[in-house]
């Protein structure tokens, strides 16, 4: 069945992401299998309503708009609020770059980040998606979502370090101590020179979310920094079910 106007319209959009902010008409066309011309009309629709904006260089962005819009999601919205100050109290506590993240699908999507001081190479950036089993608060939401994702996610351990664990049994184990244990860790799974460390984040018995840190080494400072993610994550928890998030 062909598909239709609005269908090929949120294709053109579906195929922007971290790797691809900005892309040509024709790396457009080609990306979404749309005819040059088809891809044109759509596009200059797209840009009138503001859902793409051209660059001086010709490519294409996501537009402003569309920004305004994602800015309502309850994810967005909501969450974001109630987590903000907790999240600035982390980062004034340990001037550590600070993570609120959820899961999507068998990403981790980055709805908020504080940057931190220390020269740490920290590859996330608000509204990018990274592995599940590579990330600190990937594992958290990992440990805590449905069976058939992580029985998916099990099928699905790409190696993007020499240190990322892509051993199903390892990891199942990991995520096992994760539950038990309230955190989870990672080592230089994401990018090298880079350690993290994340809690759960619930509203009543519900994980809705990780909170975490990344630091350059945490041996030295992982009961610490462990204490002040739990805190700051009672305190999102708490401030969640006064307003009844969903």
Not at 143 to 164: E, G, H, I, S, W
Not at 167 to 176: D, G
Not at 189 to 214: I, Y
């Amino acid at each position: 069945m062909a598909k239709s106007v609005t269908a090929r319209a949120l294709d053109l959009l579906g195929v922007f992401d971290s790797e691809h902010r900005s892309l040509t008409l024709s790396e457009l066309a080609r990306r979404t299998g749309t005819p040059l011309g088809t891809a044109h009309r759509l596009v200059g629709e797209l840009v009138r309503w503001g859902a793409l904006a051209r660059e001086p260089d010709g490519g294409y962005v996501i537009g402003r708009r569309i920004w305004q819009l994602g800015l309502l999601a309850p994810v967005q919205s909501e969450l974001r609020t109630a987590a903000s100050p907790f999240l600035h109290d982390l980062y004034g506590a340990t001037l550590a770059t600070v993570h609120l993240a959820v899961r999507d699908g068998l990403e981790v999507l980055y709805i908020d980040r504080l940057a931190g001081h220390v020269s740490v190479p920290v590859v996330s950036k608000i509204g990018s998606r990274l592995p599940l089993h590579a990330t600190g608060v990937g594992k958290v939401l990992l440990a805590y979502a449905p069976d058939d994702v992580r029985a998916n996610a099990l099928q699905n351990l790409t190696r993007v370090t020499a240190y990322t664990v892509t051993q199903p049994a390892r990891l199942l184990e990991q995520l096992r101590r994760v539950r038990a244990e309230g955190y989870a860790t990672t080592g230089e799974e994401m990018s090298l020179g880079a350690c993290s460390v994340a809690v759960p984040v619930r509203n009543g018995d519900a994980v809705v979310a990780a909170l975490g840190m990344v630091v350059p080494d945490l041996r030295r400072q992982l009961p610490r920094l462990v204490s002040a993610l739990q805190v700051a994550a009672q305190g999102i928890g708490r401030t969640l079910a006064s307003v009844q998030w969903k």
